[in-house]
Nanobody, 121 residues
Framework: QVQLQESGPGLVKSSQTLSLTCTVSGASITTNYYYWSWTRQPPGKGLEWVGAIGFSGGTYYNPSLESRTSFSRDTSKNQFTLQLSSVTPEDTATYYC?????????????WGQGTQVTVSS
């Protein structure tokens, strides 16, 4: 059973950097053709894909967020991390980590429960 668990601060001040970590169990983040992603959902809005880090460490970005986003991973802890800089209240959302599989097209099979992040002005 693959499980993903997000962790990080629930409250961040504007202009600061948000850092969230996803801890994975039941699967290795280095296994071929799996991509470890972040998606967010602002209150009352739809899902927005933030980006992902792949099995080999390659990174993939939502162009609208790329300039403020970075991804990293700690393979010894089987964790991957999202950092979003210069946050504003518009970055307030529930952030989900998830696993996607596939070579050319991705399908999502496991999701974390999500973590609420509020950016104060």
């Amino acid at each position: 059973q693959v499980q993903l668990q997000e962790s990080g601060p629930g409250l961040v001040k504007s202009s600061q950097t948000l850092s969230l970590t996803c801890t994975v169990s039941g699967a290795s983040i280095t296994t071929n053709y799996y991509y470890w992603s972040w998606t967010r959902q602002p209150p009352g809005k739809g899902l927005e894909w933030v980006g992902a880090i792949g099995f080999s460490g390659g990174t993939y970005y939502n162009p609208s967020l790329e300039s403020r986003t970075s991804f990293s991973r700690d393979t010894s802890k089987n964790q991957f991390t999202l950092q979003l800089s210069s946050v504003t209240p518009e970055d307030t959302a529930t952030y989900y980590c998830a696993r996607a599989a596939g070579a050319s097209t991705w399908s999502y099979d496991y999701w974390g429960q999500g973590t609420q992040v509020t950016v104060s002005s």
